[in-house]
């Protein structure tokens, strides 16, 4: 009995060090995928921030009016990635997009494992239960025969 019940504390360590693992992908695919969307506010609103630099400076006002979501987009990602320069990151969105792909396909991986784990430890849990039975039917028939 010893024995299984050391099987069942490793089994559910394992379990929950994988768990652990696919958070951990998780976690770094969002982040990933925040970088990827700021890449493409960035990319979507350059034009219209450069058309700014680009007109009349009477003409800047009204430009500034009109334009002022896509501005202030574009302003919002260029601070996140200037952020994310002085923090020593690099911006490689070709590089996020690659390692999205691999992070997804590990993480995947992973928990098809986690769920073959998962039912194991149900069938040994279920093992388990029934041995633990067996030992107190085992224990109340030898108390009811001293008895």
Same mark, same amino acid.
């Given at each position: 009995?010893?024995? $299984?019940?050391?099987?069942?504390?490793?089994?559910?360590?394992?379990?929950?060090? $994988?768990?652990?693992?696919?958070?951990? #992908?998780?976690?770094?695919?969002?982040?990933?995928?925040?970088?990827? =969307?700021?890449?493409?506010?960035?990319?979507?609103?350059?034009?219209?921030?450069?058309?700014?630099?680009?007109?009349?400076?009477?003409?800047?006002?009204?430009?500034?009016?009109?334009?002022?979501?896509?501005?202030?987009?574009?302003?919002?990602? #260029?601070?996140?990635?200037?952020?994310?320069?002085? =923090?020593?990151?690099?911006? @490689?969105?070709?590089?996020?997009? @690659?390692?999205?792909?691999? $992070? @997804?396909?590990?993480?995947?991986?992973?928990?098809?494992?986690?769920?073959?784990?998962?039912?194991?430890?149900?069938?040994?849990?279920?093992?388990?239960? @029934?041995?633990?039975? $067996?030992?107190?039917?085992?224990?109340?028939?030898?108390?009811?025969?001293?008895?």
């Amino acid at each position: 009995m010893q024995e $299984l019940y050391e099987k069942i504390s490793v089994m559910n360590s394992h379990y929950y060090a $994988l768990r652990g693992e696919i958070v951990s #992908a998780e976690r770094r695919i969002a982040k990933l995928k925040e970088r990827l =969307s700021m890449w493409e506010q960035y990319s979507e609103n350059e034009a219209v921030q450069k058309r700014l630099f680009n007109i009349k400076p009477d003409m800047q006002q009204t430009f500034t009016e009109e334009h002022r979501a896509e501005l202030i987009l574009f302003n919002a990602a #260029a601070k996140y990635f200037d952020d994310l320069k002085e =923090s020593g990151e690099a911006i @490689t969105p070709q590089k996020w997009r @690659t390692e999205i792909e691999h $992070l @997804t396909a590990h993480k995947d991986e992973q928990y098809q494992r986690m769920k073959a784990m998962r039912e194991d430890i149900k069938a040994v849990e279920k093992i388990r239960r @029934t041995a633990d039975a $067996l030992t107190r039917a085992d224990k109340t028939q030898e108390n009811e025969q001293e008895r």
